[in-house]
């Protein structure tokens, strides 16, 4: 086994994991096998607990487990399943060696960082490295391990050391350290400074480690200069001095690691010079052409709790990204945050209030994702009442699904206390109920999680035909409430149809209005198995229906067209549309989104 280690200096966000995803894309364009281990260096067990504003979104794994967001870019870029097991954190280290001092497994021993921690985590790697997740018998040939933080915190030492006793333990040739780090430009002066990466590196070869190739962060592409001056400080080769400058979209990172032969250099460290072939980036560099070159705009209004800060939201983003390049569309993301549209905020911030309402109203869609707790959930149910009134296309995921049910109850059933038993316990009409299998005491890992089976109860609707007419499908879960059974015929009778429930039949999966253009609700987050070139059906059928085009997409106009539970498309298809001058918005942002200019960069 081949490892690839990814460890980050001078400032957190540096962008470590599009980094470590873009390097196994490299890998696994040149006909490598790869997996992924993100190691995170918090005392939580796993990301499950942890707020959206302080850590982003909670992506989740078929096996159900609740992980660091950046395992989505690995599954993404690597078109992969990944596992728990593969995000490492200090709470699972120390729970498993605690655990084995418990049963006495160290035989009376006085347990240490050092060697038992250090230990636990090299075993710990090399276990999971050798488990397969890209549905192929046998190990892959190359690990891609990141190490979250950023070198020099306190809880990163037992890692840095275990990392340090790892490439010692598989031995010259068979580790590969690869460093991000950050070159800033001072608008004073307009020169790269080269101090920051040099105390990075030191510190880190002061740990034990030397970097073997240098990742550098930048405005622009680094000068010959700058390239010298690294090579001399940090002792690390010119060629393997890679520049990571601002490019209009993340999937030109893989491109701009292959130009500069971030692979080649790689291969040297690794002895796999003369094993590999030059990668075959054809589709991909296509994908990253055609998503610079859309001109044809698709304005999504995103309401939610949560919108402050746009990773609480990343598999989101990505997926509308995903369809919309799918469909040619050029998207820009309109942030509604849900309380803005209440009524108390009518009062207290005027502007605001008509703020969000414009947002919302020129949109060609609205997406409503998940989230917990009662804040702004009224906004969402406003939101759902518009666009199933007014006939705008409308995707309720989770939570937006919930509220879509009760704003249903509500408005055509005359309910109008209907509510859901987490928002108001003492509820009437209870639309959305607490399953019975969920815990009310533990948050950690309680809820019903992961890939679950969705059977489609009408075949002669727009989600089943979205994902090619299938009976069933396999999508993830993360909720603890779920639509009330007792209320399923009365919301039927009243024109709601339940077009997807799971194996029992009791439990509501996909909610639809017939006769309305696109309205469709999902428990489950279809977002977290799209792929670029590989659209989740939901989306895709989000972006089709708010540019006019859904009635194209169901019918499959092209056979490269069809997507089947988020697989299936053949993007060698892609063709590069020239546009000609094409003008652009004064913010453009990663993966080829468009801010709406409040503020909000992702």
């Known amino acids: 086994?081949?490892?690839?280690?990814?460890?980050?200096?001078?400032?957190?966000?540096?962008?470590?994991?599009?980094?470590?995803?873009?390097?196994?894309?490299?890998?696994?364009?040149?006909?490598?096998?790869?997996?992924?281990?993100?190691?995170?260096?918090?005392?939580?067990?796993?990301?499950?607990?942890?707020?959206?504003?302080?850590?982003?979104?909670?992506?989740?794994?078929?096996?159900?487990?609740?992980?660091?967001?950046?395992?989505?870019?690995?599954?993404?870029?690597?078109?992969?399943?990944?596992?728990?097991?593969?995000?490492?954190?200090?709470?699972?280290?120390?729970?498993?060696v605690i655990d084995k001092e418990r049963r006495g497994d160290y035989l009376g021993k006085t347990v240490q960082v050092v060697p038992h921690i250090t230990d636990a985590i090299q075993e710990w790697i090399e276990r999971v490295a050798m488990i397969p997740v890209d549905g192929k018998a046998g190990p892959a040939d190359v690990c891609v391990v990141e190490l979250g933080g950023t070198i020099g915190d306190i809880e990163s030492m037992p890692f840095i050391e275990a990392l340090g006793q790892f490439s010692y333990r598989v031995g010259a040739g068979n580790l590969c350290l690869i460093h991000v780090s950050l070159v800033p430009v001072l608008n004073v002066v307009g020169e790269q400074k080269t101090k920051p990466t040099q105390h990075s590196v030191r510190g880190l070869r002061g740990l034990g480690l030397t970097p073997h190739i240098l990742a550098c962060r930048s405005t622009m592409a680094l000068e010959q200069n700058v390239k010298v001056k690294l090579s001399q400080f940090c002792h690390v080769a010119e060629e393997n001095i890679i520049t990571l400058y601002d490019v209009p979209n993340i999937w030109h990172i893989p491109l701009l690691l292959r130009d500069q032969k971030a692979h080649e250099a790689i291969f040297k460290v690794l002895n796999l010079v003369g094993v590999c072939r030059e990668p075959a980036l054809e589709e991909w560099t296509c994908r990253a052409d055609i998503c610079d070159n859309l001109h044809e705009p698709v304005h999504i209004a995103v309401v939610g709790k949560y919108t402050g800060l746009s990773d609480s939201y990343l598999s989101i983003l990505k997926a509308l990204v995903h369809a919309s390049v799918f469909q040619r569309k050029k998207l820009f993301v309109d942030w509604v945050p849900s309380t803005d549209l209440e009524d108390a905020t009518a009062k207290e911030n005027p502007d605001a209030y008509k703020a969000a309402w414009k947002l919302l109203k020129g949109a060609d869609g609205v997406l409503v994702p998940g989230g917990f707790g009662d804040r702004g959930v009224q906004g969402k149910i406003l939101a759902a009442k518009y666009a199933r009134e007014n006939k705008v296309p409308f995707l309720g995921i989770c939570l937006g699904m919930q509220v879509a049910v009760i704003e249903f109850a509500r408005s055509v059933l005359g309910l109008q206390d209907a509510n859901s038993t987490e928002f108001d316990a003492n509820t009437r009409n209870p639309c959305i109920i607490f399953m019975p299998e969920g815990?009310?005491?533990?948050?950690?890992?309680?809820?019903?999680?992961?890939?679950?089976?969705?059977?489609?109860?009408?075949?002669?609707?727009?989600?089943?035909?979205?994902?090619?007419?299938?009976?069933?499908?396999?999508?993830?879960?993360?909720?603890?409430?779920?639509?009330?059974?007792?209320?399923v015929t009365r919301l039927e009778k009243a024109g709601l149809s339940f077009a997807g429930k799971d194996e029992t039949g009791c439990r509501m999966e996909i909610i639809e209005l017939p006769h309305h253009p696109y309205f469709i609700g999902v428990q489950f987050h279809p977002e977290f198995k799209s792929r670029p070139g590989k659209p989740s059906p939901p989306f895709l059928g989000l972006i089709a229906a708010a540019c006019g085009e859904l009635d194209a997409v169901l019918q499959g106009y092209g056979s490269q067209r069809n997507v089947h539970n988020g697989v299936g498309n053949d993007t060698s298809k892609f063709k590069v549309y020239q546009n000609g001058g094409v003008t652009k918005p004064t913010i453009m942002l990663h993966d080829g989104v468009y801010s709406n200019g409040n503020g909000i960069c992702f």
């Open 439 to 487: 815990s009310k005491t533990h948050m950690g890992g309680t809820m019903r999680l992961g890939s679950r089976r969705t059977y489609f109860q009408v075949m002669d609707c727009k989600s089943a035909k979205l994902y090619g007419s299938r009976s069933f499908i396999d999508e993830r879960h993360r909720h603890r409430y779920e639509v009330n059974p007792d209320m």
């Open 1 to 96: 086994m081949k490892y690839v280690l990814v460890t980050g200096g001078v400032v957190s966000g540096i962008g470590k994991g599009v980094t470590a995803s873009s390097i196994g894309l490299l890998l696994k364009a040149c006909g490598l096998r790869v997996t992924s281990i993100k190691i995170d260096p918090y005392l939580n067990t796993d990301a499950g607990t942890m707020s959206p504003f302080e850590h982003g979104e909670v992506f989740v794994l078929d096996d159900g487990g609740e992980v660091d967001l950046d395992l989505g870019n690995y599954e993404r870029f690597l078109d992969i399943k990944l596992t728990r097991n593969n995000n490492i954190t200090t709470g699972k280290i120390y729970q498993s």
